[in-house]
Every structure is written in C-alpha cells, then in structure tokens.
C-alpha cells in the first residue's frame, strides 16, 4: 500500500515554470551552480518538484532566468510558493474542505494570471448571482443526502468569494464562450433568472471579461463538455504553464501535461472561432432570454 502523499499542484506548476524559464534563458544546471552556489542536485529536485521551493529561493532564480520579468508575472509565481503547503485561502471558511482536486483548483485560480472558460450547462460560479448559485448547490441534497445545510453555505461563501478575483487590483482576465442553451435552462425562480442574466448583462461592461456565445442556430464542430484553462502568464503567451479543470459535480478532472492542456487550448480556441464576438448582438441575444 502507498500512503505517499501526491505532490501539491502548485509545486508541479512552479517546477516546470522555473525550468521553462532556465531553458528560456539559456542556462543548464551547472550555470546555476555557478552563480547561485548551489548543489545540481538542488536544483534537479526543485526542478522535478520533489522538494518545495523558498520564496527567497524562486526570487534568486527568477533574477537570474529573467530580471526584467513582469513584477505581476513574478508576484504570481512567488505566490505559488506559498500554496505549496496545504493552507489555501479556501481554509478560512467553515465547514468541510473542499475535494483534493477542487482545492488544488482553487489555488491555481487564485494566482492566475488569465482563464479561459467553455460552458455548455450552467453559468460559470465566476459570474453566478447568490440566488442563482444557492440554487444549483442547495439541488445536490437530492442526489446527497448527506450534505447538510453547513455545507451549503460554506461552498456558496467560496463561489462569491472567489469573484473577487475578477475585482482585484490585478484581475483575472477572463475569456468565456457560454452556449445559448445556458441561457434558456432555468435554476429556480423567474426571478432568480432575470437577476443572473441581468448580472451577466453588467459582466459584458467588465474590461478584463471577454464574453462570446455559441448560438444555438449556428453550426458547430466540436463537441465538449465544460472546462477551464487556467493560465500563469499573460494572456496568448502558450508557452507559460496552463491548467485544465473539468468539473464533474462532486469533484472533477485535472489535467497538468503539456499534451492535455495544448489539446484544450486548441479546442476552445475552435469553440471561439465559431462563436459571436459583437457585443451588442450578445447583449441583445441575453436580452431575448429574459424571463417575463
């Protein structure tokens, strides 16, 4: 029996961003040993995420690989550092911890730098109203009946907690396709509806959201279920560390592999391309789906 514990997400994103980095700049292990002092081994161990790293430790290696990285792009990084031990933002909540997967999710999205998101049934928790997310959580006791009313609200706290990213002095730049059909599926009341779809009218003003529809009465060639890419570096810049979530309902799939999230990325990039960008044909389209 293997009682090793799996190696925190974080960590594999920063130990292949540092090494993405050092061949950016050229550099091999003993060029490091060189300027830095340190042991190879040091840095194959960081490197293949078997150990941690310091934050006094990534802010030599990033002044070495890239001095005139982006103070943002280097505050992200450091800030992977500290998720690297279980204490995310998400503990502060009462309640049970979310699962594994969701949690290493969690982490990544709060130092992202962008997002790119594709859904085909609800409306993502980024840009859900209360009303509206109380809905769809409070409707899992049909299928559970274990989760209690504690739990409801804990996991409502963390969905509106988590919109503040799209509010922060640095915010998450978010790219999201949403199909029609999420429009016209109802959670809960008229009212409740008017009031999401309202909120997603204001979200269209918002400069770092990038809204685009599938529209129901327009052909389209790939077929996938939801996900998000989650993404470290700025925004078209495919070469920096990328991460795929796939909600599953009580948890979900995360993809880390270059393969995967390459894979993803062209996929939703596909879904873009066949999807409306006018602004004002969105806001209408909304509009049209309005509850009386």
């Known amino acids: 029996m293997n009682d090793r514990k799996p190696t925190p997400v ?87 911890s979310p699962q594994e997967g969701f949690a290493a999710f969690l982490d990544i999205e709060a130092v992202a730098r962008a997002a790119c998101l594709w859904e085909a049934d609800v409306v993502p928790g980024l840009l859900q109203t209360e009303a509206y997310a109380r809905e769809l959580i409070q409707n ?13 609200e804990y996991r409502i706290a963390i969905r509106m907690k988590r919109q503040q990213l799209l509010e922060a002095p640095s915010p998450l730049h978010l790219h999201i396709v949403l199909d029609e059909s999420v429009l016209m599926r109802h959670f809960g009341s008229p009212a409740i509806m008017r009031a999401q779809l309202r909120k997603l009218l204001e979200i269209l003003d918002m400069p770092n959201v990038h809204m685009q529809l599938s529209l129901l009465g327009r052909p389209r060639q790939i077929a996938e279920s939801s996900f998000t890419l989650l993404m470290l570096s700025e925004p078209g810049d495919d070469a920096g560390q990328r991460l795929v979530w796939m909600d599953m309902g009580r948890d979900g799939v995360l993809y880390l592999d270059q393969a995967a999230t390459h894979q993803y990325g062209l996929i939703f990039n596909q879904l873009a391309r066949q999807s409306i960008d006018d602004i004002a044909l969105i806001r209408d389209t909304i509009v049209s789906h309005l509850p009386p």
């Open 10 to 96: 974080p960590r594999l994103m920063m130990a292949a961003e540092l090494r993405r980095l050092r061949d950016r700049a050229g550099m091999t292990g003993d060029d490091v040993k060189e300027r830095l002092g340190w042991s190879t081994a040091k840095l194959s161990k960081i490197e293949n995420a078997r150990i941690g790293i310091s934050p006094t430790d990534a802010e030599a290696l990033l002044d070495l690989y890239d001095p005139g990285l982006s103070p943002d792009h280097r505050r992200r990084l450091l800030a992977l550092t500290a998720h690297d031990r279980p204490r995310g933002w998400w503990r502060a909540y009462a309640g049970s």
């Open 140 to 152: 899992w006791q049909l299928i559970d009946t274990a989760l209690t009313p504690e739990q409801i």
